[in-house]
């Protein structure tokens, strides 16, 4: 697990007073901006990921975008997928249907080289 950074909440605040005090004069738009921290893990278990979904690797890499030869690749523990690729597989592990959700939106316009395929249809 990443170490994390220490916040100077002192900084934040007079940072903060300063905004107030500028959109107050006029000299600023009102703008907020929340950052989040995201933890996102070092490794990931695809093999795990897949199966719990009930997929072939062709089935999960054409559901979700993934090249089939990057699924194996993981699998086989010959890589480890990109930072936003585990991001991306954390959110499918926790809502697979949200995910297809997301990605079938749309379904009448864009591009259409990834099918989705229902779990167990492969």
């Given amino acids: 697990m990443k170490k994390r950074t220490k916040i100077n909440v002192g900084a934040e605040l007079i940072a903060g007073m300063d905004n107030a005090i500028a959109y ?3 000299l600023k738009s009102a703008k907020r901006a929340t950052i989040a921290h995201v933890e996102v893990p070092d ?6 990921i897949r199966t719990a979904l009930g997929m072939s690797q062709a089935a999960f890499a054409a559901r979700f975008g993934f090249g089939i030869n990057n699924v194996q690749n993981w699998e086989q523990g010959e890589r480890q997928p990109e930072v936003s690729a585990r991001a991306y ?3 499918i592990s926790r809502d697979p249907r949200a995910v297809e959700r997301a990605l079938t939106a749309d379904r009448g316009a864009g591009d259409r080289r990834h ?3 229902r779990p167990g249809a492969v």
């Avoid at 490794?43 to 795990?48: A, E, L, W, Y």
């Fill in 115 to 117: 099918a989705v395929v």
């Fill in 89 to 91: 597989l954390l959110v």
């Fill in 24 to 26: 107050a004069r006029g």
């Fill in 43 to 48: 490794k990931i278990d695809v093999r795990r």
